[in-house]
């Protein structure tokens, strides 16, 4: 995939949208969350680092099991400011909240389904749908180091936004 110096172009912005829908209509089976907590004299910090949602679907009537995983999506809080909105764009919580807000506010995403995936240009800001009229909005930062956001399949495919608006699929090999 492409790569723009002035930005994510509108052909990068549609197959990054495209290339996502492996998670669409798929629901959060879990989220894990990493803060960072940061000491020093008479200072103590604690910041949110990362997101990981894991994404299950039902599986066919003939498995024993009944749902598969269907992908990951990861966010990296350090190169991406990050809010969970309703669709009218009340903010529900963003990345500088405290960390007890921060892990209330995302569990609310376990249980619902990813609706779709919309990618803006030029900068590359990314709104994650849910069912709830819930929208999970990642701004990615100029950086030259980093991804924004990630998304893995069980076959290995690898989709990023990252860094800074560069945009990247590797086909996995299994």
């Given at each position: 995939?492409?790569?723009?110096?002035?930005?994510?172009?509108?052909?990068?912005?549609?197959?990054?949208?495209?290339?996502?829908?492996?998670?669409?209509?798929?629901?959060?089976?879990?989220?894990?969350?990493?803060?960072?907590?940061?000491?020093?004299?008479?200072?103590?910090?604690?910041?949110?680092?990362?997101?990981?949602?894991?994404?299950?679907v039902l599986?066919?009537?003939?498995?024993?099991?009944?749902?598969?995983?269907?992908?990951?999506?990861?966010?990296?809080?350090?190169?991406?400011?990050i809010r969970?909105?309703?669709?009218?764009?009340?903010?529900?919580?963003?990345?500088?909240?405290?960390?007890?807000?921060?892990?209330?506010?995302?569990?609310?995403?376990?249980?619902?389904?990813?609706?779709?995936?919309?990618?803006?240009?030029?900068?590359?800001?990314?709104?994650?749908?849910?069912?709830?009229?819930?929208?999970?909005?990642?701004?990615?930062?100029?950086?030259?180091?980093?991804?924004?956001?990630?998304?893995?399949?069980?076959?290995?495919?690898?989709?990023?936004?990252?860094?800074?608006?560069?945009?990247?699929?590797?086909?996995?090999?299994?």
């Open positions: 995939m492409g790569h723009s110096r002035s930005g994510v172009n509108q052909s990068d912005s549609q197959r990054l949208i495209d290339l996502s829908k492996v998670i669409w209509e798929t629901t959060v089976s879990q989220v894990r969350v990493t803060i960072t907590s940061e000491f020093q004299k008479d200072y103590t910090s604690k910041s949110l680092d990362e997101i990981e949602m894991e994404f299950r599986a066919e009537p003939t498995y024993r099991v009944k749902t598969r995983h269907a992908g990951s999506l990861w966010i990296d809080a350090g190169f991406s400011a969970l909105e309703l669709e009218d764009n009340t903010i529900l919580g963003g990345d500088d909240d405290p960390p007890d807000a921060i892990v209330d506010w995302l569990s609310e995403l376990v249980g619902k389904k990813l609706l779709q995936i919309d990618v803006q240009t030029p900068a590359g800001d990314t709104s994650f749908y849910f069912e709830g009229n819930l929208a999970l909005k990642c701004f990615p930062l100029m950086s030259k180091d980093g991804d924004a956001w990630r998304i893995d399949t069980p076959a290995g495919d690898v989709l990023k936004l990252g860094p800074g608006t560069r945009v990247s699929h590797r086909t996995g090999l299994r």
